[in-house]
């Protein structure tokens, strides 16, 4: 496994390297949430590119960049037993040098749920990911289901500005009490831990509603909330119950609709979701 | 020379054809200067592609989008002699389908000149270039000194988001009296042809003077605004003498320095620039 910091190392190795390629563009901290695409990777793609970025432009200013969980060797180790072929780790001088103005963004689908409660965080998702395309040019890059919407904005900037890149999105891992894997997890502290689960029992109780028939978003939406409330370190930020290409809430579910939402558990802020017809659920 | 209008037939006929490939960009109603950038293409790249789209997202709104000269049947004759491997000319539909909403922005370039005359100009040229880039792929992209500001923002687009595409700028091709030559000229109604090339007049007289020892770049705006004064069916919308990396205006000249304008010649809207130290002239 070769191990690179500088674009122009990366372009040299990957130039002799045989196609087709696959990224798995990541922030590090890895769990078996981000291993689980890389095995998808290895077993569809010659060569696994996967890159380690903690990207600054997609964190606002009072949230959690300088904190965010780091391992690189740890990381690496990971990388390596999953069979990665190289693996970017750029200096955030090496992403963003001085002079640095330019902006990918993708306008209507960023307005909603994640984009309307962090301003510019999917302005710099779009924007790395494009320069991580860009860099690796592969064929096709694999992203987690947990981030629902980064999929649907990354999907869209990959049709609007005609990257020749398939999206590939796997499944969201869960612990074995259903939380959905997460970097941040490792920020919950004592009984925050137990209370996280919330967000899966919540995504849960719309879930069951649904297979009993009922259609109402506005019904599915509460059903999460309640579920939220019930628990006394959780607080809820937003619930959604929304078009899965579009994202706008739904009045009623015809066809498949994305539930998700925004918990804080004490300070530490999760996300989840589901599909209501199509989801995987990896309990 | 194979004609496409669609992404996909586009990229099917390029999988089959040997790299280098080179691109040249244009909106059509094509003139020598677009044909001196095929010339550099052909010696360089073992496929040539061009493509000619009337970009509208880069027009503003009063802009000559509806009456932007075109004659697709003579270009592609031109374009054939040249001996061009592919024309790309996509309609409206396939650049821009309903839905679009991904748009690639260049801050701080984008704010002087013509950016600050055309609010979104910009906007829309990085955005169709870089779906350009990427429908096409190509190892050299080929753009006319012509549009300078256009030349500066893109190779500062190619930067930071990592395209790996060298930039040819070729040196802006002339009329037999100086005039640059451009699409627009053909809106250039009787006396306001010979009037035209007040805007080749000006950047001499600041040429001339640069050469004799002046370094102010005050003066030698001045001396060009001086020169369009003189030509009554001529109105300044700027002229400027900045840093030909930043674009920002000078106080002095010290190494290169680019000397640019705006004048309306009628109701038609032209630019012109050149270089202080490393401009070529072709007069």
Redesign the interface.
């Known amino acids: 496994m070769q191990t690179l910091t500088t674009?122009s190392s990366l372009?040299t190795a990957l130039a002799e390297l045989p196609k087709p390629l696959g990224l798995v563009p990541t922030m590090g901290y890895l769990h078996p949430g981000h291993l689980s695409l890389v095995h998808v990777a290895r077993r569809e793609c010659e060569t696994v590119v996967a890159s380690i970025f903690v990207n600054p432009t997609q964190f606002g200013p009072t949230e959690d960049l300088s904190t965010y969980p780091r391992d690189l060797e740890s990381d690496l180790t990971k990388l390596r037993n999953e069979g990665t072929d190289v693996v970017w780790t750029p200096s955030k001088e090496e992403m963003y040098?001085p002079?640095?103005?330019?902006?990918?963004?993708?306008?209507?689908?960023t307005k909603f749920l994640e984009g309307a409660m962090r301003p510019g965080h999917f302005r710099g998702v779009?924007?790395v990911v494009?320069?991580?395309f860009?860099?690796v040019?592969p064929q096709k890059a694999y992203f987690g289901q947990k981030d629902a919407q980064q999929v649907a904005v990354i999907k869209?900037?990959v049709?609007?500005?005609?990257?020749?890149i398939e999206i590939i999105v796997c499944p969201t891992m869960r612990e074995f009490d259903g939380l959905a894997m997460s970097s941040r997890n490792a920020y919950l502290k004592g009984d925050e831990r137990r209370a996280a689960t919330v967000l899966y029992r919540a995504l849960n109780a719309a879930r069951i509603a649904y297979q009993s028939g009922e259609r109402s978003a506005n019904t599915l939406r509460h059903l999460m909330a309640d579920t939220i409330r019930t628990e006394p370190l959780a607080k809820m930020q937003y619930v959604s119950c929304a078009h899965p290409v579009t994202l706008k809430d739904l009045d009623w579910v015809e066809g498949d609709a994305l539930c998700s939402m925004a918990v804080y558990v004490g300070g530490t802020r999760l996300i989840d979701n589901f599909l209501l017809e199509s989801g995987v659920w990896i309990t």
Chains 1, 2 share one sequence.
């Open positions: 674009l372009r040098p002079g640095f103005q330019t902006w990918v963004e993708v306008e209507a689908l779009t924007t494009a320069k991580l860009n860099a040019q869209q900037m049709r609007d500005l005609n990257f020749l």
